[in-house]
Structure formats: structure tokens, C-alpha cells
């Protein structure tokens, strides 16, 4: 038997000058410090058991990879009955934090196939919707308490798995089941990768809490919505690699349908249906690099009772600020959906973090995208990369009635310099600018959409 250690440690400064693009509004400043271990045993030939840790997990981001902010105290805010130990501005000392087990599962490798049993990460295409989160900065990760066997036939793959998000006791009737179907096709020599994800997710009545996330802060027809039978989705993902000397092409594209089983107050039923498409084209040189990423997202219309919106994963990253972190003074990109809620909250509807509290948390959504990117490489150690993004909506997201919103979301430019001193240690210094377009004005209600600017300093050691 032998173990196999992996992992990351990472710290990240970030400071954005104004969230809520108004003059002097929900300026934000905050360092993260976070450690991901990995321990693989090796029990025998083909025979794994896989782990992951996290050392300083996030209370506000429970789940998540995110890190703990720098400066978390003894003490969270109680002012009663503390001695000089629980006291933020007396202690000595630091608030400790709890281990955190995010994945366990075996996997049993045999001629034809493997064998996978555990709560195993999620990774699918480019990452748009089912993201592992295994980038060296990526804040969140995608797992499932899983069992599935993978067909192995050449260069063709044929992966069942049933899934159980949840379950309440061992008693039937009250659980959340995924059936999915995972077909891949992947050449190794020629670059070539044809991928299809498809998952339905079921529940019972008694265990659908969708009413949770579909509520007032995501559409107004969402005010006292009520679970009224199971949840009942489908979900299908496509995506397509090509790869040359000169040229690489990569796209996946995803479908929603269904129904959330949840009625709104007026006993109109809540169906899903959103899609969203991601395009990479990169062309690799020698000491520069051309790498265009567009796509596209549906938006949620929020006079009608139904959701149309698609969000990506909060790890499908294309610019600094822009898509993640929440910006502007309303759900311009109908995203509130998917952003995590006040831990604080015992009542629903619980609130959003405000932009100036929340994290990294905001998402691609409600709009076309076009984003090229280039990079010029100064030796082996360092690197210039500078970004360019430019967005528009494409549905009009203002809840009031009556209200046209522009299409515009604006520009972003980002210049980042990239040193690895080792091989597996890298430090990113990136500054962000960002000119907000008319769609963050919401039309006629004339919100603020000043320009904004952001810097960031984060370093990560892999091993």
C-alpha cells in the first residue's frame, strides 16, 4: 500500500473600488488564505481510494473551496459574556476553523472499465457546468454521491451513474435522485473529443425545497411560492474539441427543461428553460498566444412565472470583475438565483451578500459574450496577459414594468503579469478596468453605472 499526496495552497489580495458602480459605493478589500489536500491510497494494482480536504473553510461559502478571509477573528460579533480569549480587539489569538471533507470515493480500474463508489468530483467539457474546480485558483467544485461504472472500448467511453444529492433518513419517499449518462469519445493523437452529459434529477414532494432558491430576489412572480409536487429536470450537455499545430477549437453548449414542482401565490406552476453555449478558439505560438472565448447565456424575463435563465459555473471565468464578482444595483445578469444567501438567515426569504460582502460568487448569465485574449511570454518564468471583454444582455431584466433596459454591459480590460519562479508555483498581479454599459442604468430608473477599477495579487503553490 502506498499513499500519493496533491494539493494547492493559495492567498489572494482583492480590492474593487466601487461594486454598486455609484460614486463611492461598496468599495471592497479582503485576502484570502486557503490549503486543498488530496491523499490517494494506492490499496492495490487498480485499486484507489481518493480524499480531499479543505484547511480554512469559509462559513459564508459553506461547500465551496473559496478560503478563509485573512482576519477572521475569536470572536463573531457577540457582545455579551466574552472574556479577553473571545475578544477580537484583547485575544491573542485567531479563530480556528474546522477540517473540511469535500470528496471520498474508491475507484477500481479493470480492463474494460472502472468502477467508481463515494462522493467523486464532477468534471465535464470546458467546465461551463459541471467544474471539479482542480485549476489552482478555482473557488468552487462540482461532486456527487455517486456510483457509476465507466465503459472503456479504445477511444470510446460509456459512463452510467446514479447520483443522490440528498436523502433524508433511510426511510423511502424522501430523497433527491440524478440519473446520468456520460458518452465520450476522445483521440488522443488527433485532438478530437465528441462529449454528451445528460442528467434528469428527480425528487419527492416532501423533499423539494426549491422554494428557497425561487423566490422574490430572483423574480417577483416568485413572492410565496410553494413546493406542490417534486422536482422533475433535464439536463444535456454537448461539447466538441479539434485540435491542430496552429489552431485549437473547443466548444460545449447546455440545455435546461423541466418543472421545479414549485406554484407561485397565484398557483402557477414554475417551469425551467434556459441554455447556454461556450466557444473557445486558440491559436499557440511559441512565446505569444491568441485565446478568443465567446458564448452566450439565456436570461430569466422576469414578467413571467416560468425561469428561462442559464448560468454558468462560477469557475468559467472570462474577465476579473465582469460575470464575477456582483456589480450594479439590481440582477442585471439574472444570476441571484445560484448566489449564496446570508448564513446569518434562519427565515426565507433569506438576502443576498451585498456586493461589497459577497465574494467571487457571480456568474455568466443574460447575455452574449466576446472575449480575446492575448499572451506574450518573456522566457519561461514570466508572463503578459491582457483580456478584453466585451458583453450585451439579451433579455430585458428590469422588474419594472413598463421599463426598456439597454443592451449594453460594457467593457472590460484586464493586464495581468504572470511569474513562476518554480515549476509549480505561479504569482498573478492583474488589474482590472471596467466601463459599464447602459444596461446597468436600468432604462428609465436611472441607476449609477460609473467606471470601475479592480487589482488583484495571488499566488498558488501546487504539489
Not at 452574449?368 to 478584453?388: A, E, H, M, Q, Y
Request: a negative charge; charged letters at 15%; glycine letters at 10%.
Amino acid at each position: 500500500m502506498a499513499v500519493d499526496w496533491a494539493g494547492t495552497y493559495r492567498f489572494e489580495y482583492t480590492e474593487i473600488d466601487k461594486t454598486t458602480l455609484a460614486p463611492g459605493g461598496g468599495r471592497k478589500a479582503y485576502a484570502l488564505s486557503h490549503l486543498n489536500l488530496s491523499p490517494k491510497i494506492i490499496a492495490a494494482d487498480g485499486v484507489n481510494i481518493v480524499a480531499n480536504f479543505e484547511v480554512l473553510g469559509n462559513a459564508n461559502y459553506p461547500n465551496s473551496q473559496v478560503g478563509q478571509q485573512f482576519g477572521s477573528g475569536v470572536n463573531a460579533g457577540t457582545a455579551t459574556g466574552m472574556s479577553g480569549n473571545s475578544s477580537n480587539v484583547a485575544s491573542q489569538n485567531q479563530g480556528a476553523s474546522n477540517l473540511q471533507v469535500r470528496e471520498l470515493y474508491a475507484n477500481f480500474n479493470q480492463e474494460y472499465g472502472s468502477i467508481v463508489v463515494g462522493r467523486a468530483p464532477l468534471q465535464f467539457g470546458l467546465g461551463m457546468t459541471y467544474n471539479a474546480g482542480k485549476g489552482a485558483f478555482d473557488h468552487w467544485g462540482d461532486v456527487s454521491d455517486m456510483v457509476g461504472y465507466k465503459f472503456l472500448i479504445g477511444n470510446l467511453s460509456f459512463m452510467p451513474m446514479i447520483g443522490k444529492p440528498y436523502d433524508y433518513s433511510p426511510a423511502q419517499g424522501r430523497d433527491v435522485t440524478d440519473t446520468m449518462f456520460n458518452v465520450e469519445y476522445n483521440n488522443p493523437e488527433t485532438e478530437s473529443v465528441f462529449g454528451l452529459f445528460y442528467r434528469t434529477r428527480t425528487s419527492s414532494l416532501t423533499s423539494n425545497d426549491a422554494f428557497n432558491v425561487y423566490d422574490a430576489t430572483v423574480n417577483p412572480a416568485y413572492t410565496n411560492t410553494t413546493a406542490a409536487s417534486g422536482w422533475s429536470t433535464n439536463h444535456t450537455n454537448i461539447t466538441l474539441m479539434r485540435g491542430w499545430e496552429s489552431f485549437k477549437f473547443r466548444m460545449e453548449a447546455g440545455f435546461d427543461s423541466g418543472t421545479t414542482g414549485i406554484n407561485t401565490a397565484a398557483n402557477n406552476e414554475i417551469k425551467i428553460n434556459g441554455y447556454g453555449i461556450a466557444v473557445e478558439l486558440e491559436f499557440p505560438k511559441t512565446d505569444w498566444k491568441w485565446l478568443v472565448k465567446a458564448g452566450m447565456a439565456s436570461g430569466d424575463n422576469p414578467t413571467t412565472d416560468n425561469y428561462e435563465g442559464y448560468s454558468f459555473d462560477r469557475n468559467y471565468d472570462v474577465a476579473f470583475m465582469m460575470f464575477n464578482h456582483p456589480m450594479g444595483g439590481y440582477d442585471v445578469l439574472t444570476t441571484n438565483a445560484q448566489r449564496n444567501r446570508s448564513t446569518a438567515c434562519t427565515t426565507a426569504p433569506c438576502p443576498l451578500y451585498a456586493n461589497e460582502e459577497a465574494l467571487d460568487e457571480d456568474a455568466i448569465g443574460n447575455t452574449v459574450f466576446l472575449s480575446p485574449r492575448f499572451t506574450i511570454s518573456f522566457g519561461d518564468k514570466l508572463d503578459w496577459r491582457n483580456t478584453l471583454t466585451y458583453a450585451q444582455i439579451q433579455t430585458n431584466s428590469s422588474r419594472v414594468v413598463g421599463n426598456d433596459t439597454a443592451k449594453d454591459l460594457g467593457f472590460e480590460w484586464d493586464t495581468a503579469l504572470i511569474y513562476r519562479p518554480y515549476e509549480r508555483v505561479q504569482w498573478v498581479n492583474e488589474i482590472g478596468f471596467f466601463a459599464p454599459g447602459s444596461a446597468y442604468k436600468e432604462g428609465s430608473v436611472g441607476r449609477d453605472a460609473g467606471f470601475n477599477y479592480g487589482f488583484q495579487s495571488k499566488a498558488a503553490i501546487s504539489f
